[in-house]
């Protein structure tokens, strides 16, 4: 397979256009080619020579995949399988929302997960590798609703903090001028705290950050979040306390709910004292039951005094509703096991 355009910044391509004796504007005219214009074909590149478009696509192509597959819920949630480059030949999914004049792609930067979160099934399935910079934004391209699309998270398979460079370079891509030009106000990252990385995210983007919590307490969260041990939440949050969130920039916490586990009144308040003077924002999620799991979803009325006690306090907190459950795309259950063939599916 031909190396992808897709997913390169400018000084790359610079040095592309150089290896083919064209000027360093050539890199700019194919940057505007591939994320402006979203071509599909080098050859459609009209403004470089036939010569050059030529010598281009004998090494390199657009890239991108379409999907394999494409599930809809009865709510409208939109899943996607794509195939990728990594040699384990396992696909990542990725995931449309809409809402009313919204429409939110949950992106994948993983394929599978290094962390092993007991409740969650991209984390049952292993990890087989990272995604590259043109994978990531490849699945943004290859929904074929990009133009309808209004927000990113990167809350599906895998920790994004886990692949910095490759999603760090994505996301520059998202919101650099010379790419989609998107504003990083509609970019949420999602991690479980990996607690080197947090510096480096913050003074290189602007984008919104969401932690992984699911327990006030250290040992309890362990029983259920492995990295736990590694990067404790009490560390992570002493840590969100040197940085600046009381401008446009949210800090949110993800709080699944277990019955019996970590939705008491006891886990409320210290889930309060925890978060205490921290500008920030709290979304409760209903657990989505899985096999083998011994754990189940809270009940209603356990929910909703969870939350209304921690709003009381004056802690903003919201449930967030579930979506595309009936085909397997709710938070946690995204997990691919199928091999794919990148070399069977004609790129993007």
Same mark, same amino acid.
């Given at each position: 397979?031909?190396?992808?355009?897709?997913?390169?910044?400018?000084?790359?391509?610079?040095?592309?256009?150089?290896?083919?004796?064209?000027?360093?504007?050539?890199?700019?005219?194919?940057?505007?080619? /591939?994320?402006?214009?979203?071509? +599909?074909?080098?050859?459609?590149?009209?403004?470089?020579?036939?010569?050059?478009?030529?010598?281009?696509?004998?090494?390199?192509?657009?890239?991108?995949?379409?999907?394999?597959? /494409?599930?809809?819920?009865?709510?409208?949630?939109?899943?996607?399988?794509?195939?990728?480059? @990594?040699?384990?030949?396992? &696909? #990542?999914?990725?995931?449309?929302?809409?809402?009313?004049?919204?429409?939110?792609? @949950?992106?994948?930067?993983?394929?599978?997960?290094?962390?092993? @979160?007991? =409740?969650?099934?991209?984390?049952?399935?292993?990890?087989?590798?990272?995604?590259?910079? &043109?994978?990531?934004?490849?699945?943004?391209?290859?929904?074929?609703?990009? !133009?309808?699309?209004?927000?990113?998270?990167?809350?599906?398979?895998?920790?994004?903090?886990?692949?910095?460079?490759?999603?760090? +370079?994505?996301?520059?891509?998202?919101?650099?001028?010379?790419?989609?030009?998107?504003?990083?106000?509609?970019?949420?990252?999602?991690?479980?705290?990996?607690?080197?990385?947090?510096?480096?995210?913050?003074?290189?983007?602007?984008?919104?950050?969401?932690?992984?919590?699911?327990?006030?307490?250290?040992?309890?969260?362990?029983?259920?979040?492995? #990295?736990?041990?590694?990067?404790?939440?009490?560390?992570?949050?002493?840590?969100? +306390?040197?940085?600046?969130?009381?401008?446009?920039? *949210?800090?949110? =916490?993800?709080?699944?709910?277990?019955?019996?586990?970590? !939705?008491?009144?006891?886990?409320?308040?210290?889930?309060?004292?925890?978060?205490?003077?921290?500008?920030?924002? /709290?979304?409760?999620? +209903? =657990?989505?039951?899985?096999?083998?799991?011994?754990?189940?979803?809270?009940?209603?009325?356990?929910?909703?005094?969870?939350?209304?006690?921690?709003?009381?306090?004056?802690?903003?907190?919201? /449930? *967030?509703?579930?979506?595309?459950? !009936?085909?397997?795309?709710?938070?946690?259950?995204?997990?691919?096991?199928?091999?794919?063939?990148?070399?069977?599916?004609?790129?993007?």
């Amino acid at each position: 397979m031909k190396e992808w355009l897709l997913g390169k910044n400018p000084d790359q391509l610079k040095q592309i256009a150089a290896s083919y004796g064209l000027p360093s504007f050539a890199a700019g005219q194919v940057a505007n080619w /591939v994320y402006g214009r979203h071509v +599909r074909e080098i050859e459609q590149m009209t403004n470089l020579s036939k010569t050059a478009r030529e010598k281009l696509a004998e090494t390199y192509q657009v890239g991108g995949f379409e999907p394999l597959q /494409v599930q809809v819920a009865a709510d409208g949630t939109k899943k996607y399988l794509f195939p990728t480059l @990594c040699g384990s030949g396992i &696909g #990542v999914e990725a995931v449309m929302i809409p809402e009313g004049d919204r429409a939110t792609l @949950c992106l994948s930067s993983q394929v599978g997960c290094k962390l092993g @979160c007991s =409740f969650c099934m991209t984390g049952r399935m292993g990890f087989a590798g990272n995604l590259t910079a &043109g994978e990531i934004v490849g699945q943004f391209l290859g929904t074929g609703e990009t !133009d309808r699309l209004t927000n990113i998270v990167y809350m599906g398979m895998g920790e994004p903090l886990n692949n910095w460079d490759q999603v760090l +370079r994505s996301l520059e891509i998202f919101t650099s001028d010379w790419g989609f030009a998107w504003s990083p106000r509609r970019i949420t990252v999602s991690t479980s705290g990996i607690l080197p990385v947090l510096d480096d995210f913050m003074a290189k983007t602007q984008a919104h950050l969401a932690i992984s919590l699911h327990s006030p307490y250290d040992e309890q969260r362990a029983q259920i979040m492995p #990295v736990q041990k590694a990067y404790p939440i009490s560390s992570v949050i002493r840590k969100l +306390r040197q940085y600046d969130f009381s401008g446009q920039r *949210r800090l949110s =916490f993800e709080y699944i709910l277990f019955e019996g586990f970590n !939705d008491t009144q006891r886990h409320a308040a210290a889930l309060l004292q925890l978060l205490r003077g921290l500008e920030c924002r /709290v979304n409760l999620i +209903r =657990f989505h039951a899985i096999e083998d799991f011994p754990m189940r979803p809270s009940s209603e009325p356990a929910v909703n005094a969870f939350m209304a006690r921690l709003n009381k306090a004056g802690q903003v907190a919201t /449930v *967030r509703a579930s979506r595309g459950e !009936d085909i397997l795309a709710a938070c946690g259950q995204l997990s691919v096991k199928k091999k794919t063939n990148p070399d069977a599916t004609r790129g993007i």
